[in-house]
């Protein structure tokens, strides 16, 4: 199968493109595609720099593989809406995949101590954070991921959690600094078969929505 991936939950977005159909298993020659920050992005640029590394056209690409957050709202929005016209426009095969997993993921390829703390901004003085431990070279869960105040995060380091996530160090300085590449939501997207409509393809979004409804217009 060829699949392109998107991963733009973080300020280091990416693009890549897999191709199973290869005697190996291995992305597009030039491992992943670097975005430029985030208020001069091209993604379609970027995406056609993935695709002439792979040597492939866009019509090749069976499948797409969006990151869903938690992360840059903005980001994760724009790769879900140009995954969701791609799919309306070919009929590609689409799939979503927690952009924490795969800061856990590349963690683990990083060389990840036994026990950490995958840590995201959530802004409002709050952080999306799930907890792992590495046992036998595989990844466990020890948390599922939740919204927490920044003190809980200190709690969690305090114990000998270390924290990893994309900007991480901002405010916690001993934590490591990891971002969701493209490549590794692409080989954890290779495990998995639970594809979906673009209409059912939602971000991962922890916080409730909360708004007050406008009082009816005054009459003078």
Same mark, same amino acid.
């Given at each position: 199968?060829?699949?392109?991936?998107?991963e733009?939950s973080?300020?280091?977005?990416?693009?890549?493109?897999?191709n199973?159909?290869?005697?190996?298993?291995?992305l597009?020659?030039?491992?992943?595609?670097e975005?430029?920050?985030?208020?001069?992005m091209k993604?379609?640029?970027?995406?056609?720099?993935?695709?002439?590394?792979?040597?492939?056209?866009?019509?090749?690409?069976?499948?797409?593989? /969006?990151? =869903?957050?938690?992360? $840059?709202y903005?980001?994760?929005? *724009? #790769?879900? !809406? +140009?995954a969701? %016209?791609?799919?309306?426009?070919?009929? /590609?095969? =689409?799939?979503?995949? $927690?952009?924490?997993?795969?800061? *856990? #993921?590349? !963690? +683990?390829?990083? %060389?990840?101590?036994?026990?950490?703390? /995958?840590?995201?901004?959530?802004?409002?003085?709050?952080?999306?954070?799930a907890?792992?431990?590495?046992?036998a %070279?595989?990844?466990?869960?020890?948390?599922?991921?939740?919204?927490v105040?920044?003190?809980?995060?200190r709690?969690?380091e305090?114990?000998?959690?270390?924290?990893?996530?994309?900007?991480?160090?901002?405010?916690?300085?001993?934590?490591?600094?990891?971002?969701?590449?493209?490549?590794?939501?692409?080989?954890?997207?290779?495990a998995?078969?639970?594809?979906v409509s673009g209409?059912?393809?939602?971000?991962?979004y922890?916080?409730?929505?909360?708004?007050?409804?406008?009082p009816?217009p005054?009459?003078?």
């Amino acid at each position: 199968m060829k699949i392109l991936t998107l991963e733009f939950s973080s300020p280091q977005r990416s693009v890549a493109v897999l191709n199973t159909d290869a005697r190996t298993d291995v992305l597009a020659k030039g491992e992943s595609v670097e975005a430029v920050p985030r208020d001069t992005m091209k993604p379609f640029g970027m995406i056609e720099t993935a695709l002439k590394q792979a040597g492939l056209e866009r019509e090749q690409i069976e499948c797409l593989v /969006v990151g =869903l957050g938690p992360g $840059s709202y903005n980001g994760i929005r *724009a #790769a879900i !809406a +140009l995954a969701q %016209g791609w799919q309306l426009a070919s009929g /590609v095969k =689409l799939l979503g995949v $927690s952009s924490v997993e795969c800061v *856990a #993921a590349q !963690a +683990l390829a990083d %060389g990840a101590p036994e026990k950490f703390s /995958v840590v995201i901004d959530a802004q409002r003085e709050e952080f999306y954070v799930a907890d792992y431990e590495v046992n036998a %070279g595989k990844l466990n869960h020890l948390s599922r991921l939740e919204l927490v105040a920044r003190e809980n995060v200190r709690q969690r380091e305090a114990t000998g959690n270390l924290l990893i996530g994309p900007e991480v160090a901002r405010w916690f300085p001993n934590g490591r600094v990891i971002f969701p590449r493209a490549e590794m939501l692409g080989r954890l997207a290779l495990a998995r078969n639970d594809f979906v409509s673009g209409d059912k393809i939602e971000p991962i979004y922890l916080r409730q929505t909360n708004f007050v409804k406008a009082p009816p217009p005054r009459v003078f």
